[in-house]
């Protein structure tokens, strides 16, 4: 027999009310007659438009019992917002589950009563939904493709989606102690080692405006999925580091065996490589200087952790629904 579960929902927002209502709208109509118990917590990620105009939009809601809006006091970006609501969302909903997801229509809200169906079947696992199917452009695509292609490289684990997931609340306690994920959501839960799987899902499109990801966003998230592995990204570079110097040495040996222990003749470049050797081996120390102090620092900083350091980000809260 099943029973009702319930959930609450966080969505960064980001000067993007409308399709916040839209969203809110459709996820009304979807929880429709299903066994859920819905309240939704808006992450303003420091908008400039007020989030007040939507209220009486909302009046017709159903289903969805609650509506609230966090309000941070700066723009922190996508991952650092979902962070902060996590934590805060794990001190008003301490049982149930929790969904993440975009509030601009990316991430459909269909998609949720297929994540609460996957939870009942896998109920002590985070359950992410994974894009089968894009529609951004090409150069977008290509991008994306190489940046999954070089994280697999430097950290040795494969990423295959993003922050559209559900999370138990057992799991959320752990989560959002986490410091991983105040740089990305979703490499940090993996890199923690919590339990996950993952369901199959097509990318919605936008419900108004145009997608803030562009190139260097993208870049700067993928510099923030690596940045969850930065130990063992330094490690693999000194590594390099250390494969180059040897390799440097080897050349030197080859040079000194081929001039003092044969007859044959040195070519006159052979000087040229020597002095190349050097700069290279001298480069590569300095390299790995450079990265043991790194990784040193890295192990004695203090780390943010969301569930402790939260409070000092948000501004105040406020209820859209019910008025």
């Known amino acids: 027999m099943s029973t009702v579960l319930n959930m609450a929902v966080v969505t960064p927002v980001f000067n993007d009310w409308t399709s916040f209502t839209v969203l809110l709208k459709e996820l009304d109509q979807v929880i429709a007659g299903q066994e859920l118990h819905v309240d939704v917590f808006a992450i303003d990620d420091g908008s400039i438009e007020p989030c007040a105009t939507v209220r009486a939009q909302l009046q017709g ?3 969805i019992r609650r509506v609230e809006v966090i309000h941070l006091a700066r ?46 079947e896998k109920p002590e696992t985070i ?33 295959a989606f993003g922050n559209f997931c559900l ?18 959501f979703a490499a940090g839960v993996v890199r923690a080692g919590l339990p996950w799987d993952a369901i ?13 990801m562009n190139l260097v966003s993208l870049v700067v998230h993928g510099l923030s999925a690596m940045s969850v592995y930065i130990d063992i990204l330094t490690v693999r570079l000194m590594l390099l580091s250390l494969l180059v ?6 050349g030197f040996g080859v040079l000194f065996y081929v001039k ?19 700069v290279i081996m001298f480069q590569a120390v300095l390299l790995l200087t450079m990265l043991a102090f790194i990784i040193l620092n890295h192990r004695s900083s203090k780390l943010f952790i969301p569930a402790s350091d939260y ?5 105040n809260e406020e209820t859209l629904f019910p008025a």
């Open 260 to 278: 003092y222990l044969t007859p044959l003749a040195i070519p006159g470049w052979a000087t040229n490589v020597a002095i190349g050797l050097v």
């Open 61 to 63: 809601l159903t289903c």
């Open 127 to 159: 359950i992410f939904a994974r894009r089968v199917r894009r529609t951004e452009g090409l150069l977008f695509r290509i991008a994306y493709w190489t940046y999954k292609m070089l994280f697999r490289v430097v950290t040795g684990r494969s990423i």
């Open 245 to 250: 110097i040897l390799l440097g040495v080897l």
């Open 75 to 120: 723009n922190l970006g996508h991952q650092r917002a979902i962070a902060l609501g996590l934590a805060r969302v794990r001190e008003r909903c301490p049982s149930g589950v929790i969904v993440v997801m975009d509030s601009d229509g990316e991430d459909q809200p269909a998609d949720v009563q297929r994540l609460a169906q996957a939870h009942r």
């Open 200 to 212: 199959p899902t097509d990318r919605g499109r936008r419900y108004a405006g145009r997608s803030k």
């Open 311 to 315: 409070r000092d980000y948000i501004l």
């Open 167 to 184: 999370i138990p609340a057992p799991l959320l306690q752990r989560t959002v102690l986490l410091p991983e994920i105040w740089n990305h």
